[in-house]
T-cell receptor
Framework: DQQVKQNSPSLSVQEGRISILNCDYT??????FLWYKKYPAEGPTFLIS?????DKNEDGRFTVFLNKSAKHLSLHIVPSQPGDSAVYFC????????????FGKGTKLTVNP | NAGVTQTPKFQVLKTGQSMTLQCAQD?????MSWYRQDPGMGLRLIHY???????DQGEVPNGYNVSRSTTEDFPLRLLSAAPSQTSVYFC??????????FGAGTRLSVL
């Protein structure tokens, strides 16, 4: 039973446009959400996160939106750059669930010049 | 500023062989974890540790052992490798926040 779902395996966007990556979850006990970016042959790197008490968090070109009622979050990248081409993982944890980050399967973003 | 260091980067084993994947962090993080990544599966938690001397199982612990004798090191042992353990393995650590920092990974093939 997949608790964190990224239903789009891939996404292709033109440079300068907005990239929107989506993530759905089923466990209402999740209280913290993270986005990781992964390049080939490298480990995942932390990108941005959001607590369940917020509905938006922004860091430069990256914004994460959380809709708790819909159990949905999204990562917006504006403007998209070719260097943003990578696999993006959505992850979630429950309150007090120390190490148990639950990951989605990832979305491969390609930003075309 | 090394962060999380994993060795080796690549390894090929024969079925039944044993090996240890090494993981070390220099950030004085209490929490460390091992994940595996398989095609189309995302990252799945194998084992984790909340401090020296304390370990616990994650989602897919079978076939793996861990120990945590120091804060810095968290080795993952495969006692008898199987083809199903062919994967990319990532070690991660975190401090007081929920953000985990990952190593570069070990790509393991079991023939």
């Amino acid at each position: 039973d997949q608790q964190v779902k990224q239903n789009s395996p891939s996404l292709s966007v033109q440079e300068g446009r907005i990239s929107i990556l989506n993530c759905d979850y089923t466990n209402s006990m999740f209280d913290y959400f993270l986005w990781y970016k992964k390049y080939p042959a490298e480990g995942p790197t932390f990108l941005i996160s959001i607590s369940s008490i917020k509905d938006k968090n922004e860091d430069g070109r990256f914004t994460v939106f959380l809709n708790k009622s819909a159990k949905h979050l999204s990562l917006h990248i504006v403007p998209s750059q070719p260097g943003d081409s990578a696999v993006y993982f959505c992850a979630a944890k429950t309150q007090g669930g120390s190490e148990k980050l639950v990951f989605g399967k990832g979305t491969k973003l390609t930003v075309n010049p | 500023n090394a962060g999380v260091t994993q060795t080796p980067k690549f390894q090929v084993l024969k079925t039944g062989q044993s090996m240890t994947l090494q993981c070390a962090q220099d950030m004085n993080h209490e929490y460390m974890s091992w994940y595996r990544q398989d095609p189309g599966m995302g990252l799945r938690l194998i084992h984790y540790s909340v401090g020296a001397g304390i370990t616990d199982q994650g989602e897919v612990p079978n076939g793996y052992n861990v120990s945590r004798s120091t804060t810095e090191d968290f080795p993952l042992r495969l006692l008898s490798a199987a083809p199903s353990q062919t994967s990319v393995y990532f070690c991660a650590s975190r401090g007081s926040t929920a953000i985990q920092y990952f190593g570069a990974g070990t790509r393991l093939s079991v023939l």
